[in-house]
């Protein structure tokens, strides 16, 4: 099972930008699906993005053309590049790693969007 530890979050103001990454321990890392998830103030986690081992991206719409998902196979890393962040993008940002239906979740970075 692999281990994920995510870093990066931190406090910034509407308009900026912040970078995610999320580590990985183990072996095969290409072969997994990588996610990165939030869960905000009373609200539900929701997908934020996902990639998969060969590169093809998916996005929630609330993200599209503001966030950018990437993974380093040979690091086994995984980003979340965030512009123009929002308000509403405040949340607790989790990396997700997936495989034949299974998945394993970091422990969450806080990242708040505020004047």
């Known amino acids: 099972q692999v281990q994920l530890v995510e870093s990066g979050g931190g406090l910034m103001q509407p308009g900026g930008s912040l970078r995610l990454s999320c580590a990985a321990s183990?072996?095969?890392?290409?072969?997994?699906?990588m996610g990165w998830y939030r869960q905000g103030p009373g609200k539900q986690r929701e997908l934020v993005a996902t990639?998969?081992?060969?590169?093809?991206?998916n996005y929630a719409d609330s993200v599209k053309g503001r966030f950018t998902i990437s993974r380093d196979n040979a690091k086994n890393t995984v980003y979340l590049q965030m512009n123009g962040l929002k308000p509403e993008d405040t949340a607790v940002y989790y990396c997700?790693?997936?495989?034949?239906?299974?998945?394993?979740w970091g422990q969450g970075t806080q990242v708040t969007v505020s004047s």
């Open positions: 183990g072996s095969r890392f290409s072969f997994y699906v």
């Open positions: 997700n790693a997936r495989r034949l239906g299974l998945g394993s």
């Open positions: 990639i998969t081992g060969d590169g093809i991206t």
